[in-house]
């Protein structure tokens, strides 16, 4: 079995990185329901505590989308140099 290129490795980091961006989007969906339910049913600290976690969500978010650029940047700028093993 011939070993993998560095390329590759990038591809499925870039990958796996954009499956953990799809998974964060769906966790703060869920995230915004549960506030919707601390408003209309509870009111307390619970509001507080889930907009904390949509904001640290957010910047993990923002975190992620960076990283899935710069995986795919560093992928085309070392493509671009040819072959390599």
């Known amino acids: 079995m011939p070993e993998r290129t560095s390329l590759e490795h990038l591809e499925q980091a870039r990958e796996l990185v954009w499956e953990a961006m799809q998974a964060m989007e769906e966790a703060q969906r869920v995230m915004f ?4 339910c601390y408003v209309t049913q509870v009111w307390g600290d619970g509001v507080r505590t889930v907009i904390e976690m949509t904001d640290r969500m957010a910047d993990i978010a923002g975190d992620l989308s960076t990283s899935h650029i710069e995986i795919g940047r560093l992928a085309r700028t ?8």
Request: hydrophobic share 15%.
């Open 33 to 36: 329901k549960a506030g919707d």
């Open 78 to 85: 070392d493509g671009a140099r040819g072959p390599q093993g």
